[in-house]
């Protein structure tokens, strides 16, 4: 009896360790590695945005493009994203602006595509070697691609050749070329950022420091040329025109508005600018139905005032009243 009772003695307390043992296992910390990480972080990525000037060089003979293509004086924006780490959990972000100009390219295929005939050349920037070629030129503008299947534009600055840049986002770089015949009395004549002082759709054009054209509706049909269907006296544009130097007259045209005619802030045709023509831009934004152009007013907006208000261009708005309040008032 006395031995019963002392072996049932003897298990329990055995069962009791073994639990309390096993409890204090796992009230046990972990071991964690320790985060030795020191903030701030600060992470940078370089995306490109835009051409901001074009090369240099943008017309060339048609024998010869494939040979002396020169991207001298391209220039782009990129935008950079500067990520500041404060800690595990937190941090913020700012985007810096930067030009860079193109000295050399890596690791990117420059292709030369005249879309009126796929015709399409591509050369190895790294060598100039041409790795195929195919067709001939029918066209005087032929597009330029510089293109990145992984769409990283690797590069470096002229005045910096062992930097390389990586900016991201950048699939095709496009711009236009032109080709010239120099067996043919035809002339490629580039435009850049210059006023038109007159211009009648289908009959002529004139552009400041550039000269007088005449042209008709096969300029307008001219294959892999266009004339942007807005301009109006007064626009910036920039392009190119393929000229007959006999007759000055316009073969084909290449024409963009970069920034679009403004007034001279008369918007209610009184043949004076002063502060009445800023109550009136006001009083048209604000009432259009008595003000606009079928308003009710004998005062009213017409096609001419709705030119002569957009002093800023893109149209009248609040900024064109206070741009030329601005101006009323020799503030700007």
């Not at 006023?195 to 004139?206: C, K, R, V």
Request: proline share 3%; charged share 25%.
């Amino acid at each position: 009896m006395y031995t019963k009772k002392l072996l049932s003695m003897l298990l329990s307390a055995a069962v009791t360790l073994s639990f309390a043992g096993f409890s204090q296992r796992l009230a046990l910390p972990t071991v964690q590695a320790a985060d030795n990480t020191e903030y701030p972080i600060v992470t940078r990525t370089e995306r490109f945005a835009d051409i901001n000037t074009l090369p240099d060089k943008r017309i060339y003979n048609k024998d010869t493009y494939l040979d002396d293509f020169d991207i001298s004086g391209l220039s782009i924006i990129v935008n950079e994203d500067i990520h500041t780490r404060m800690d595990y959990y937190s941090g913020f972000s700012q985007i810096v602006r930067h030009e860079y100009k193109i000295g050399k390219i890596y690791d990117n295929e420059v292709n030369f595509n005249d879309v009126c005939t796929d015709l399409v050349h591509i050369i190895d920037p790294e060598t100039g070697e041409t790795v195929s070629k195919w067709g001939e030129i029918k066209s005087n503008k032929v597009d330029v691609h510089i293109y990145s299947p992984k769409g990283i534009l690797r590069f470096s600055e002229p005045d910096n050749p062992d930097v390389i840049h990586e900016a991201e986002d950048c699939y095709v770089i496009d711009f236009p070329i032109y080709i010239e015949d120099n067996d043919s009395s035809n002339k490629i004549v580039l435009i850049d950022e210059k006023e038109i002082t007159d211009y009648s759709f289908g009959n002529n054009i004139s552009i400041k420091d550039i000269g007088d054209f005449s042209l008709d509706m096969d300029t307008y049909n001219y294959k892999n040329y266009y004339i942007d269907s807005n301009i109006q006296k007064g626009d910036i544009v920039s392009g190119a025109f393929y000229i007959d130097t006999d007759r000055n007259y316009i073969i084909g045209a290449d024409l963009k508005i970069v920034r679009p005619a403004v007034g001279n802030g008369d918007a209610n045709c009184d043949g004076k600018v002063d502060m009445s023509d800023v109550v009136f831009i006001m009083q048209y934004l604000a009432n259009p139905n008595k003000y606009g152009l079928d308003g009710t007013e004998k005062i009213k907006m017409t096609i001419d005032g709705l030119f002569n208000g957009d002093v800023n261009g893109g149209g009248i708005t609040v900024q064109d009243a206070e741009v030329l309040q601005k101006k009323l008032l020799g503030i700007e």
